[in-house]
Protein backbone atom coordinates (compact mmCIF):
# COMPACT_ATOMS: atom_id res chain seq x y z
CA UNK A 1 0.00 0.00 0.00
CA UNK A 2 1.63 3.48 -1.57
CA UNK A 3 1.36 6.18 1.40
CA UNK A 4 -0.63 9.84 0.61
CA UNK A 5 2.62 12.07 -0.30
CA UNK A 6 2.16 15.25 1.74
CA UNK A 7 1.62 18.22 0.12
CA UNK A 8 1.63 22.00 1.16
CA UNK A 9 -1.66 21.91 1.60
CA UNK A 10 -1.31 19.49 4.54
CA UNK A 11 1.11 21.54 5.85
CA UNK A 12 -1.54 24.46 5.89
CA UNK A 13 1.22 26.49 3.14
CA UNK A 14 -0.55 28.58 0.49
CA UNK A 15 2.28 28.12 -2.30
CA UNK A 16 -0.34 28.98 -4.82
CA UNK A 17 0.21 32.82 -3.01
CA UNK A 18 3.60 32.84 -4.19
CA UNK A 19 4.83 34.89 -1.15
CA UNK A 20 8.06 34.04 -0.60
CA UNK A 21 7.10 32.75 2.96
CA UNK A 22 5.10 29.91 1.74
CA UNK A 23 7.50 29.57 -0.95
CA UNK A 24 10.72 29.11 1.83
CA UNK A 25 8.45 26.57 3.93
CA UNK A 26 7.47 24.89 1.33
CA UNK A 27 10.89 24.26 0.79
CA UNK A 28 12.43 23.72 3.92
CA UNK A 29 9.52 20.87 3.87
CA UNK A 30 10.55 19.08 0.19
CA UNK A 31 14.02 19.47 1.97
CA UNK A 32 13.44 17.92 4.81
CA UNK A 33 11.03 14.72 3.32
CA UNK A 34 13.36 14.34 0.79
CA UNK A 35 16.30 12.51 3.09
CA UNK A 36 16.33 8.81 3.98
CA UNK A 37 13.73 10.09 6.93
CA UNK A 38 10.15 8.98 7.87
CA UNK A 39 7.56 11.40 6.58
CA UNK A 40 5.84 11.67 10.31
CA UNK A 41 9.90 12.91 11.10
CA UNK A 42 10.05 14.95 8.68
CA UNK A 43 6.55 16.99 9.41
CA UNK A 44 7.78 16.80 13.16
CA UNK A 45 10.65 18.34 12.46
CA UNK A 46 9.23 20.86 10.14
CA UNK A 47 6.79 22.15 12.79
CA UNK A 48 10.07 22.15 15.43
CA UNK A 49 11.18 24.89 12.71
CA UNK A 50 7.79 27.17 12.12
CA UNK A 51 7.37 26.80 15.96
CA UNK A 52 11.04 28.76 16.79
CA UNK A 53 10.25 31.06 13.73
CA UNK A 54 12.94 29.89 11.01
CA UNK A 55 10.85 30.43 8.24
CA UNK A 56 13.80 32.05 5.66
CA UNK A 57 16.72 31.31 4.66
CA UNK A 58 18.06 34.63 6.85
CA UNK A 59 16.52 33.22 9.89
CA UNK A 60 18.28 29.66 9.10
CA UNK A 61 21.46 31.02 8.53
CA UNK A 62 21.57 33.50 12.14
CA UNK A 63 21.27 29.91 13.90
CA UNK A 64 24.30 28.12 15.06
CA UNK A 65 25.11 25.06 14.16
CA UNK A 66 24.60 23.28 17.32
CA UNK A 67 21.28 25.13 17.35
CA UNK A 68 20.31 23.25 14.55
CA UNK A 69 21.50 19.85 15.54
CA UNK A 70 19.29 20.74 18.48
CA UNK A 71 16.20 21.60 16.60
CA UNK A 72 16.49 18.57 14.26
CA UNK A 73 16.85 16.65 17.53
CA UNK A 74 13.76 17.69 18.85
CA UNK A 75 11.67 16.79 15.99
CA UNK A 76 13.58 12.82 16.33
CA UNK A 77 15.62 13.71 12.74
CA UNK A 78 18.37 12.20 14.48
CA UNK A 79 20.36 10.12 12.03
CA UNK A 80 21.51 12.64 10.36
CA UNK A 81 21.23 15.92 12.29
CA UNK A 82 24.86 17.04 12.35
CA UNK A 83 24.98 16.78 8.64
CA UNK A 84 21.82 18.02 7.89
CA UNK A 85 22.45 21.37 10.45
CA UNK A 86 25.65 21.78 8.13
CA UNK A 87 23.64 21.65 4.57
CA UNK A 88 20.52 23.84 6.17
CA UNK A 89 23.59 26.76 7.28
CA UNK A 90 25.50 25.76 3.55
CA UNK A 91 21.72 26.47 1.71
CA UNK A 92 20.77 29.16 3.84
CA UNK A 93 23.84 30.75 2.74
CA UNK A 94 23.95 29.87 -0.71
CA UNK A 95 20.68 31.66 -1.20
CA UNK A 96 21.49 34.55 0.45
CA UNK A 97 24.56 34.94 -1.37
CA UNK A 98 23.20 34.05 -4.73
CA UNK A 99 19.39 35.01 -4.45
CA UNK A 100 19.15 37.54 -2.14
CA UNK A 101 18.04 35.07 0.60
CA UNK A 102 15.40 34.23 -1.64
CA UNK A 103 13.73 31.28 -3.37
CA UNK A 104 11.40 32.99 -5.08
CA UNK A 105 14.36 34.95 -6.49
CA UNK A 106 15.59 31.71 -7.98
CA UNK A 107 12.46 30.28 -8.85
CA UNK A 108 12.25 33.86 -10.91
CA UNK A 109 15.06 32.69 -12.65
CA UNK A 110 13.98 29.52 -14.38
CA UNK A 111 12.77 29.61 -17.85
CA UNK A 112 10.88 26.22 -16.85
CA UNK A 113 10.63 22.91 -14.32
CA UNK A 114 13.70 21.51 -16.01
CA UNK A 115 15.97 24.66 -15.98
CA UNK A 116 14.11 24.86 -11.64
CA UNK A 117 14.90 21.55 -10.65
CA UNK A 118 18.72 22.24 -11.94
CA UNK A 119 19.21 25.63 -9.88
CA UNK A 120 17.52 23.96 -7.33
CA UNK A 121 20.43 21.25 -7.30
CA UNK A 122 22.93 23.80 -7.25
CA UNK A 123 22.15 23.74 -3.11
CA UNK A 124 23.79 22.24 -1.11
CA UNK A 125 21.50 18.89 -0.07
CA UNK A 126 19.25 19.58 -2.56
CA UNK A 127 19.39 16.24 -4.97
CA UNK A 128 16.72 14.70 -7.90
CA UNK A 129 14.53 13.90 -5.27
CA UNK A 130 14.03 17.39 -3.17
CA UNK A 131 13.48 18.98 -6.13
CA UNK A 132 11.13 16.72 -7.52
CA UNK A 133 9.01 17.17 -4.11
CA UNK A 134 9.75 20.95 -4.12
CA UNK A 135 8.40 21.21 -7.94
CA UNK A 136 4.97 19.12 -7.11
CA UNK A 137 3.79 22.18 -5.64
CA UNK A 138 5.16 24.73 -7.59
CA UNK A 139 3.70 26.64 -11.31
CA UNK A 140 5.66 27.91 -13.75
Do not use: C
Not at 6 to 32: H, M, P, R, T
Not at 49 to 64: H, Y
Amino acid sequence: MMRKKISAKDLNIKVDSGKEQALFKWFLASYLFGHRISQQIAVRTWQVFMDNGLTSAQKIAGQSWQHLVDLLGEGHYKRYDESTARNLLEMATFLQIRYQGKISHLIQTADNKNALSAKLQEIKGVGPKVSEIFLREIRL
